[in-house]
């Protein structure tokens, strides 16, 4: 079983377009993060959620939106999306107030055109 | 900023070699470091860590090296295999309850038969 899963794992799509990728983990975890890799592998968080709640917004264009159902699942919305949007995004997940087991996602190549 | 500054941006060794990634940082609240094997396609993935309260950790073939004075932390890969090829990254957190892990810009590890 998959610790953490992401869907989907390519995602192709028109400039101007809104898309979710979606995040699960089974590890009971009840921390999660995204962070986007760019082309030069640098890895850079985005948003942390405990327990449902938002803790990091780093600084980020507001048409990235973060959504939490529940402590299993972070989604991340996409609007208007740009040409600097392409990344690689990972989820990530770690129990309680630390960063011990951070468990990664194996990520989402988002690619606009 | 960059919290944390990783060299070589790139690295080639031959197989059975021994492989070197330095980082250092600024920050003296951090207090957990550990590093991350990524291969093409897939999340980084926990290798091994260490706190500042001990000056070498050994896991394998690999083995992190600490300085706390000199602020500085490094990776040895021991007989590099080609198995080993992979971008790494060193990493810090402070544990305020951020939940936070700042990441270095990674090193593309080559090692050839």
């Known amino acids: 079983d998959t610790a953490v899963s992401q869907t989907p794992k390519y995602l192709v799509t028109q400039m101007g377009n809104d898309k979710s990728i979606k995040c699960e983990q089974n590890?009971?975890?009840?921390?999660m993060y995204w962070y986007k890799q760019d082309s030069k592998k640098f890895l850079k968080i985005m948003f942390s959620?405990?327990?449902?709640?938002?803790?990091i917004n780093e600084t980020v264009p507001n048409r990235f939106s973060p959504k939490s159902p529940d402590k299993a699942h972070l989604n991340l919305h996409i609007n208007s999306l740009e040409l600097g949007d392409s990344a690689v995004y990972f989820c990530?997940?770690?129990?309680?107030?630390?960063?011990?087991?951070?468990?990664f996602g194996s990520g989402t190549r988002l690619t606009v055109v | 900023q960059q919290q944390v500054k990783q060299s070589p941006q790139s690295l080639i060794v031959q197989k059975g070699g021994i492989s070197i990634i330095n980082c250092a940082y600024e920050n003296t609240a951090f207090d957990y470091f550990p590093w991350y094997q990524q291969f093409p396609g897939k999340g980084p993935a926990l290798l091994i860590a260490i706190r500042p309260d001990v000056s070498e950790k050994k896991e394998g073939r690999f083995t992190i090296s600490f300085n706390k004075s000199a602020k500085q932390f490094s990776l040895h890969i021991m007989d590099s295999q080609p198995g080993d090829s992979a971008t790494y990254f060193c990493?810090?957190?402070?544990?305020?309850?951020?939940?936070?892990?700042?990441f270095g810009t990674g090193t593309r590890l080559t090692v050839i038969p």
């Open positions: 990530a997940s770690s129990q309680g107030i630390t960063t011990y087991g951070y468990t």
């Open positions: 590890l009971g975890h009840d921390t």
């Open positions: 990493a810090a957190d402070d544990q305020t309850g951020a939940n936070n892990l700042f």
């Open positions: 959620y405990n327990n449902k709640e938002l803790i």
